[in-house]
């Protein structure tokens, strides 16, 4: 390392992890990454150049959302090969120190806290689980409001007409909350926790369908296969909710460490 360079952590996992497991992994810059080693602990880090990655060019670089992509999959990329090799606490994107003694000096000092983290999430792994509603299907069963058959006038018959309308869709939208609700239930029983989020911008997601439900959940991996097909089952039960699974991830949503 070079005063110009800094180190960029990536997660956190215990000291049966080593160099030997890291062979060929890459990270954010192309760096090969390597393990840091202190108080029982491994970081996993790469040396990358403070001149593209320190505060200042990277506060730039974050709004390029075409870079901030490709970086976040070269970080998650890691993420994975860790968590291949064993349990891991991953980092937040763009956690950086400038130097390997600071990496250790972290290690020691929150010895308790990484400990704590990583048996939390050892055998168990984070799933993601969406929701999206067809406000078609799930109108079918809304009662519509009676019209006014004593009404008379354009402008009363349109008002009339928007309010029905207006209900109408607050059913639905009431229904679909309702379903959700059921839904995060059900995939707590079968996980060690869950969380639910705010549904993703359609812009984010690419698709246009109504999102109704965000949920990432922490499962024993000897119960995925009991998880699985809660959702599929799920899925199947309720005409107009159509679930999404993802997983096994690293397990961003519960490790609760900042670097």
Known sequence: MTADD?????????????DAQLAGVTGVAGEPVRAVTSSGLVAVVGTVSLGEFGQEPLQRKLEDLDWLAATARAHDAVVAA???????????????YLDDDRVRLLLTERQEEFGATLRRVTGRSEWGVKGYGDAKLLSQDVKEEPSSTGATGKGTAYLLRRRAELSAQQDVERKAAGHAGEIHAALLDQAVDGVRRQVTDPVLTGRRAWMIFNGTYLVDNDRVDGFTALVTALDAERPGITLELTGPWPPYSFAGIDG
Do not use: H
Request: hydrophobic share 45%.
């Open 6 to 18: 800094g180190v960029w952590l990536y997660s956190i996992t215990t000291d049966s992890i080593g």
């Open 82 to 96: 860790v968590l291949r090799n064993g349990p891991t606490v991953p980092l937040r994107l763009a956690t950086l």
